[in-house]
């Protein structure tokens, strides 16, 4: 018995090391599993706390440019256009000029036969005869009358009313030449002339056609129309509703280029000729007046047009993309990037909108940063991470040439940015 005790007891250090080391190994297991956890949840804090400042892409305002271009749509009619109607009544006898035809002023475009005014013209010719017969008579009278006058075979009453119907003969024949005249000139009106030199637009007539001298060509559903349309193209009249922000331009020496579907590639150039001096109250536009030149006929009166105008613009005042504005109950602002990155919501006063970009007369400096397109909800204070490029958004080569770089990027980086700054297209 007591030679078996004596030989075990030598193991027993042996067991309580081994035991030992377990428990010294399964501690620093724990221990390393705390340690790890904790690393990884202030990993996940950081990035957290990265993830919630949100990215922005800034830039500086620009100067804006020497001048500005707006395209607002313009309506070509003639230099002179007349509805032709007829004065007499009747039918029309022929017709020798029919849609696009060039002519001249007084050259024949139709005729009428009017048989009612034909014999209208004779009666007044023989009413005439016998105003100046009679008329004739009465002064043979009155020169006898008078020739008695003062003897006791006439009273001088007598000789008065002969005297005084001889002066109403006159007048009666008078009234006759001028009978006479007007039927004249209706007789002069059966023959359908041009006003002036130019082009016909519209022959609403045909021959056998019957024509009311109160309006023009009776059609089939009893309404008057005018029998031709004459049009003096030589040089075009365009009008164009330009809006009040640009009402400053119109005066005399401003030029406009007009763009024509029918001719693509071609530029037509206008002057400036006048303006309404009113504002559409509904628009807030004025009618304003150019003139284009036409030698060749190409340009057509009722044409569309495109009226481009290149204006002087003061390029003192700053611009930026509209993009960059907040509408707020404050008014109008920018979100401005301070140097420690945090927001600052600047109110601007802005000028025109120029399309994409807007002037901003007061509220910004050169030097700003301001966000490209803050959202609605951004907040004065908050703090903002600096970044070359937002998803979704894509600045002018103007503004992109302007974003500062920020400072974490390396020299290669930097050098890569730099490269596509100059060079747009990549």
Same mark, same amino acid.
């Given at each position: 018995m007591n030679t078996l005790r004596d030989i075990s007891l030598p193991g027993r250090p042996k067991a309580r090391l081994l035991t030992g080391i377990g428990l010294l190994f399964v501690l620093g297991l724990v221990a390393w599993g705390i340690v790890q956890r904790h690393n990884n949840v202030s990993e996940l804090s950081d990035i957290a706390h990265e993830d919630s400042i949100p990215p922005v892409q800034v830039m500086s305002p620009r100067p804006g440019p020497t001048t500005r271009e707006i395209t607002l749509p313009g309506n070509i009619r003639a230099w002179y256009s007349a509805p032709i109607y007829a004065q007499v009544s009747g039918y029309v006898l022929k017709w020798y000029k029919d849609y696009g035809a060039v002519v001249k002023a007084g050259e024949l475009l139709a005729t009428i036969d009017a048989p009612t005014v034909d014999e209208q013209y004779e009666s007044a010719l023989a009413n005439l005869d016998v105003a100046r017969t009679n008329y004739n008579l009465a002064v043979v009278t009155a020169k006898r009358w008078t020739a008695l006058a003062g003897t006791e075979a006439v009273s001088q009453q007598e000789v008065d009313v002969q005297v005084a119907n001889a002066a109403a003969q006159k007048a009666q024949a008078r009234a006759a030449e001028h009978q006479v005249a007007r039927y004249k000139v209706l007789e002069g009106f059966r023959n359908i002339v041009a006003p002036f030199d130019g082009v016909v637009t519209s022959r609403n007539t045909d021959v056998g056609n019957y024509v009311d001298a109160a309006g023009g060509d009776v059609s089939s559903r009893g309404a008057? !129309? *005018?029998?031709? #349309? $004459? #049009? !003096?193209?030589? *040089?075009?009249? $365009?009008? %164009? #509703?330009v809006p009040q922000d640009y009402s400053s331009i119109l005066k005399q020496g401003l030029t406009a280029t007009l763009s024509l579907p029918q001719y693509p590639g071609r530029k037509f150039e206008a002057r400036f000729e006048t303006t309404a001096n009113a504002f559409n109250p509904q628009t807030r536009t004025v009618v304003t007046e150019l003139l284009v030149d036409n030698p060749d006929h190409l340009i057509w009166p009722g044409s569309y047009t495109d009226v481009h105008f290149v204006i002087p613009s003061d390029p003192n005042v700053l611009i930026i993309p509209e993009q960059a504005l907040l509408f707020r109950a404050e008014g109008m602002q920018v979100a401005l990037v301070e140097p420690e990155d945090k927001v600052h919501?600047? @109110? $601007?006063?802005? @000028?025109?909108?120029? @399309? &994409?970009? %807007? &002037?901003v007369i007061a509220g910004l400096k050169r030097s700003d940063r301001l966000i490209v397109n803050p959202s609605a909800g951004i907040l004065e204070g908050e703090k903002v991470k600096i970044v070359t490029g937002t998803p979704g958004v894509a600045l002018s080569p103007q503004f992109l040439a302007a974003a500062p770089l920020p400072a974490s990027l390396n020299a290669e980086q930097r050098a890569k940015v730099e490269a596509a700054r100059n060079d747009p297209d990549k």
């Open positions: 008057a !129309d *005018e029998l031709f #349309s $004459v #049009s !003096d193209i030589h *040089e075009m009249r $365009v009008f %164009v #509703s919501l600047q @109110g $601007v006063k802005l @000028g025109l909108n120029l @399309g &994409q970009t %807007v &002037q």
